[in-house]
């Protein structure tokens, strides 16, 4: 098999090349003007091996694969604990769903969702002593051993004046007694966790942990429980991609968790840990070209879960 770098480098190639890059993110204007041509691969192994291509180190922020990071928080703090506020099934619905909220009575389907992230904010709130974006950041700079890890004011700021579908589905959770915090607690400090940037490189290596059952080759131990960490890795796998999770898995085989911005954390158990990043996304809200590397790299690599 070739080198892993020339892979990754002829793969950052061949997307490049494709003629639909998809359509950038108007959900936050600074994300709608962003460069369609961007893609960066990154890729780190269980020995450690890095090899990157593209604009793999340019930060961006990583919007709902924060919520990796946070549930990892959470599970470590409070266990199985977890699952009695939040659940760990596909919902069947858009990720910011109200009436799915509603249906289930303030009771999240998963805490890759909106409503289930907020309520995994609202968890964390109760450990953190300030700002809990600063305990997702704090892990963040523990794992990929990068200060530059920060939270993107520009974009926190836009975020919170257009939360406005985050507040209801908050005050539905709220309403059922599932949010122990005020409403505007959690909706500001989900919006700082979501607004945390960094590159693709950083991202890869802070993905480490969850290819070897919640320990770090540099960072230690993550998650001393290894079966938080595979039932984290499940659900990126089930839940990771909106509603495309199974025309995900079907192409690639991976777990993995986007965002809107578009970026992509995923996972090759036991063999390495990927990040890529192309802002332009597909109908379901998944980076299009970064998709499509991966669906190469667990082709030419054999990593895909499913042999």
Not at 24 to 51: F, H, I, Y
Not at 57 to 63: A, I, N, R, T
Not at 190 to 217: E, I, V
Request: with cysteine; aromatic share 6%; glycine share 10%.
């Amino acid at each position: 098999m070739p080198e892993l770098q020339d892979i990754v480098a002829q793969i950052v190639e061949e997307v490049r090349a494709e003629k639909d890059h998809g359509t950038a993110s108007d959900a936050l204007p600074q994300l709608a003007g962003a460069d369609l041509d961007k893609v960066g691969l990154a890729v780190v192994t269980a020995d450690c091996e890095v090899a990157v291509a593209g604009d793999a180190d340019e930060p961006f922020s990583l919007q709902s694969i924060s919520k990796v990071f946070s549930l990892t928080l959470a599970l470590e703090a409070y266990g199985e604990d977890v699952w009695k506020r939040v659940g760990r099934e596909p919902s069947g619905d858009p990720f910011n769903s109200i009436i799915d909220l509603e249906r289930h009575e303030g009771f999240p389907r998963n805490p890759f969702i909106n409503a289930g992230a907020l309520v995994v904010v609202d968890l964390l709130l109760d450990r953190a002593e300030g700002d809990e974006a600063d305990l997702v950041r704090s892990l963040l700079v523990r794992l990929a051993g990068d200060e530059n890890v920060r939270i993107d004011e520009e974009i926190a700021s836009s975020d919170a004046s257009s939360s406005y579908t985050n507040q209801a589905l908050a005050n539905f959770a709220k309403s059922f007694g599932n949010l122990n915090h005020s409403v505007d607690s959690v909706i500001e400090a989900y919006t700082r966790q979501c607004s945390l940037s960094l590159s693709s490189r950083d991202l890869a290596k802070a993905g480490r942990f969850l290819m070897n059952n919640g320990a770090d080759p540099e960072a230690g131990t993550i998650l001393a429980d290894g079966h938080s960490a595979r039932q984290i890795a499940s659900l990126m796998m089930t839940c990771g991609q909106y509603d495309g999770s199974g025309e995900f898995a079907a192409r690639v085989g991976l777990p993995a968790k986007s965002g809107i911005a578009g970026g992509i954390l995923a996972v090759a158990p036991r063999m390495a840990s990927i990040a890529v990043w192309s802002p332009g996304l597909d109908k379901n809200g998944n980076s299009m070209l970064g998709t499509l590397a991966l669906a190469k790299l667990s082709q030419r690599t054999g990593w895909s879960v499913f042999g």
